[in-house]
């Protein structure tokens, strides 16, 4: 049997949200995911960049997180497939106080259906304003949906920060007030990504150059993202070197490539952790709640680029 002949239906729904105009490590995110065939794509949300971020100094950055998108859907012929939803402009501008958006809108109505046995999972690789905003407007969604995240500082006890940073991660960065509404308030099942785990997916020049440039329109609107980014940041002082970081590929890994029986990312390591509260600095505070979250410790580079390689070069070859 060919593995061309393997029938795989769709087993859980999934809403995508991510900063598309910001890092390109979405945009491998985004096409893996629509390359899935065990997932329902629900919805794609374009959400915002903390401001002044220098990736996209616009102003609109999830305007431009929308327009990425549906670029991206067109290189794959796909505009027609997965409705694409802008999230809020801006992070929350009182705690406590939601931000309505099409965005929000969409969560709310995907989580509270009533016809579909699939789970719902919001997989987000980017700030929570958008899922915090849902849950503060119709807090019964919590119980009806999974929060994978890329973000948070690391937990002291399990790792270390990288050695030439301070203060909140990145994707937590773009909204703290948010992330501490969604890890204080609420008690959505989280799985959490936290930085020293999605900084473990690491793939090189030289591997994007073999194995991903080669799968026609679309390995080379993927690489050619990634090879713009110096020219974004033109400070003579920047170097890269030959390795970049696609931190939100584990988004797929823990939806779309969980183990066959008892589906679950089983080749990949967590640990349960008590839910704690989020400092405005980034760090952890007392516990809040009830209950534990998933912290994820490793993750399974074979299986997540093995699979992302294999899926490009199939949709190359079919043209």
């Given at each position: 049997?060919?593995?061309?002949?393997?029938?795989?239906?769709?087993?859980?729904?999934?809403?995508?949200?991510?900063?598309?105009?910001?890092?390109?490590?979405?945009?491998?995110?985004?096409?893996?995911?629509?390359?899935?065939?065990?997932?329902e794509i629900r919805g794609i949300i374009g959400s915002h960049l903390r401001a002044g971020d220098s990736w996209d100094k616009t102003g609109r950055s999830a305007e431009d997180a929308v327009a990425r998108?549906?670029?991206?859907?067109?290189?794959?012929?796909?505009?027609?497939?997965?409705?694409?939803?802008?999230?809020?402009?801006?992070?929350?501008?009182?705690?406590?106080?939601?931000?309505?958006?099409?965005?929000?809108?969409?969560?709310?109505?995907?989580?509270?259906?009533?016809?579909?046995?699939?789970?719902?999972?919001?997989?987000?690789?980017?700030?929570?304003?958008?899922?915090?905003?849902?849950?503060?407007?119709?807090?019964?969604?919590a119980r009806r949906m999974t929060l994978v995240w890329i973000g948070g500082n690391e937990y002291p006890e399990l790792a270390l920060p990288p050695p030439d940073v301070e203060g909140p991660e990145y994707?937590?960065?773009?909204?703290?007030?948010?992330?501490?509404?969604?890890?204080?308030?609420?008690?959505?099942?989280?799985?959490?990504?936290?930085?020293?785990?999605?900084?473990?997916?690491?793939?090189?020049?030289?591997?994007?150059?073999?194995?991903?440039?080669?799968?026609?329109?679309?390995?080379?609107?993927?690489?050619?993202?990634?090879?713009?980014?110096?020219?974004?940041?033109?400070?003579?002082?920047?170097?890269?070197?030959?390795?970049?970081?696609?931190?939100?590929?584990?988004?797929?890994?823990?939806?779309?490539?969980?183990?066959?029986?008892?589906?679950?990312?089983?080749?990949?390591?967590?640990?349960?952790?008590?839910?704690?509260?989020?400092?405005?600095?980034?760090?952890?505070?007392?516990?809040?709640?009830?209950?534990?979250?998933?912290?994820?410790?490793?993750?399974?580079?074979?299986?997540?680029?093995?699979?992302?390689?294999?899926?490009?070069?199939?949709?190359?070859?079919?043209?």
């Amino acid at each position: 049997m060919s593995d061309r002949e393997f029938k795989v239906a769709p087993r859980m729904r999934v809403i995508v949200d991510n900063d598309f105009s910001g890092d390109p490590d979405d945009l491998f995110q985004m096409a893996h995911h629509l390359l899935s065939p065990s997932v329902e794509i629900r919805g794609i949300i374009g959400s915002h960049l903390r401001a002044g971020d220098s990736w996209d100094k616009t102003g609109r950055s999830a305007e431009d997180a929308v327009a990425r998108a549906k670029e991206l859907l067109g290189v794959m012929g796909m505009e027609d497939s997965v409705p694409v939803y802008q999230g809020a402009p801006t992070a929350l501008v009182r705690p406590r106080e939601p931000l309505a958006s099409e965005a929000v809108r969409t969560i709310i109505a995907e989580a509270m259906r009533d016809d579909s046995e699939l789970p719902l999972y919001v997989v987000c690789g980017a700030g929570l304003t958008d899922l915090a905003s849902a849950l503060m407007i119709e807090p019964a969604i919590a119980r009806r949906m999974t929060l994978v995240w890329i973000g948070g500082n690391e937990y002291p006890e399990l790792a270390l920060p990288p050695p030439d940073v301070e203060g909140p991660e990145y994707n937590l960065n773009i909204d703290v007030p948010a992330a501490q509404y969604v890890f204080g308030e609420t008690e959505i099942p989280i799985w959490q990504v936290p930085r020293n785990v999605y900084r473990q997916a690491a793939v090189s020049y030289a591997e994007l150059e073999e194995s991903v440039l080669p799968c026609g329109e679309l390995g080379r609107f993927l690489v050619a993202a990634i090879a713009e980014v110096p020219g974004r940041f033109p400070s003579p002082a920047l170097k890269l070197g030959e390795v970049y970081i696609l931190g939100d590929s584990p988004l797929v890994l823990f939806t779309a490539l969980q183990s066959s029986f008892h589906p679950d990312p089983a080749s990949s390591d967590y640990v349960l952790h008590r839910r704690l509260s989020i400092r405005d600095d980034g760090s952890y505070g007392k516990p809040v709640g009830r209950g534990e979250i998933r912290v994820y410790t490793k993750i399974d580079t074979r299986l997540l680029f093995g699979d992302l390689f294999a899926k490009l070069r199939r949709f190359a070859a079919r043209g």
